[in-house]
């Protein structure tokens, strides 16, 4: 082979080379959509729950709530969030002091949640989406439970979730209290504001 011609052949495998590289370095470049994304539960976040008896109802909030969200490439959304039973606050201390007995705080001190769910990730913001979440529930006892939540991004690594959902003291083996021999319902409605904060 002539000298002109084991050049022409030299250039074309640097070439071919150039491609094959450029190429697996483009398969290996992933967009931040495609790596997971891990969120933690702001301080400004809170945990209500909503209770009522025939002659009154009872609000408690609680401020001391933690947790994780992680959003991974498929949409798949991991949810743990979960508040001191001792952090939530009626306004009246004998109050929340039986609440506490008849929820077994000593025992499982803490309302846990955790839950999946399937959110498409925004291509834009501010966005707003929903998401179901389907998981369990522990208070005093585990119990299945859906919730359905309103997301709004503020940004990529910052958003806001809104949700209210039912609980019920029977399902969970939480002896209603009573007052003047009458029990409270069975239902109690749990409200959650969370902000949610991106992490490195």
């Known amino acids: 082979m002539s000298p002109a011609a084991d050049a022409g052949c030299l250039d074309g495998m ?8 450029v190429a697996a370095l483009a398969r290996s470049a992933s967009p931040v959509e495609a790596t997971p994304r891990t969120f933690a539960v702001g301080p400004a976040s809170t945990l ?28 798949t959304v991991q949810v743990m969030v979960r508040a001191p039973l001792d952090s939530f606050h009626s306004g009246n201390s004998n109050r929340d002091a039986h609440m506490l007995e008849v929820t077994g705080a000593a025992r499982q001190p803490y309302v846990v949640f955790k839950g999946v769910g399937h959110l498409e990730p925004p ?4 966005a707003d ?10 208070l005093k006892s585990p119990r299945p439970v859906e919730v359905a939540a309103a997301v709004h991004f503020d940004a990529p690594d910052r958003a806001r979730v809104e949700a209210t959902f039912p609980v019920s003291l029977d399902a969970h083996q939480v002896e209603r209290p009573e007052l003047l021999f009458v029990k409270v319902d069975d239902r109690v409605d749990v409200d ?3 902000e949610l904060e991106g992490e490195p």
């Open 14 to 21: 640097i070439a071919a080379l150039a491609v094959s590289l």
């Open 123 to 126: 291509d834009r913001y501010p």
């Open 192 to 194: 959650a504001r969370l």
């Open 129 to 138: 989406l929903r998401i179901a979440l389907r998981g369990e529930l522990t």
């Open 48 to 75: 209500a729950y909503r209770l009522v008896h025939k002659f009154h109802e009872v609000n408690g909030l609680s401020r001391a709530v933690e947790g994780r969200a992680r959003l991974l490439p498929d949409g």
